[in-house]
């Protein structure tokens, strides 16, 4: 048995088997968990035995950042959906790899990124599966590779993350909507996959630099 008191910020890193009670007054704590898929295809698949060092009261500037990421997700009720939770996911579990792994095989490095085939393939699986919930893992094997390899090299090709690939074409989709009148904005964000209209238009807002509303108004007018 062991008590370790965690001031705010501090996090703990806990193997599965771990039996662990938690209590607290007034702090508000987030268990996190990572799956053995992810932490597989951040060594590539090259290893079969991945450990990470059990690691109380750890300070790493990255995991906080991701894990406040996810946390920001959380309170808002998850409106980016898994393609997002699959992004930290993986950069989570890379993080963690290179930094708090007890034994691992020295990762693979590449060159270049994907082929014109491969991006036109996966361009037309998104357009196709717009209004769905994607995930990393899907656009990966859509491709047939791992998730980490994919994410690696799919930055590479374009120069963004898989995830805001997909907003952005969503938006693009979403702005074909709009420039017709009889539209709603709701029914333009549920066709290109949002799950709200507020997180619609807070990205739409963001790429555009304009609402949906002053958008529409703008091409039609």
Known sequence: MRTVKFAAGEMGLLPRHLERWVGTADQERLIMGISDAALM????????DVELRHQCRLVDSRVAGLVAAVNAERI?????????LDSIEQALALVLIRGYAVRHRSMRTYRGGLGPARLRTIKE?????????????AMAQSVELSAAHFSRMFRKSVGETPHHFVLRLRIERAKELLRTADAR??????ACGFKTQQHFARVFRRICGVSATQYRYEVLR
């Open 185 to 190: 904005v709701l029914d333009v964000a549920v």
């Open 76 to 84: 808002v009720g998850f409106p980016s959906g898994p393609l997002f």
């Open 41 to 48: 295809a951040s060594c590539d698949g090259i290893s079969s």
């Open 125 to 137: 699986f998104v357009q196709a599966k717009m209004e769905d919930e994607l995930t990393l893992y």
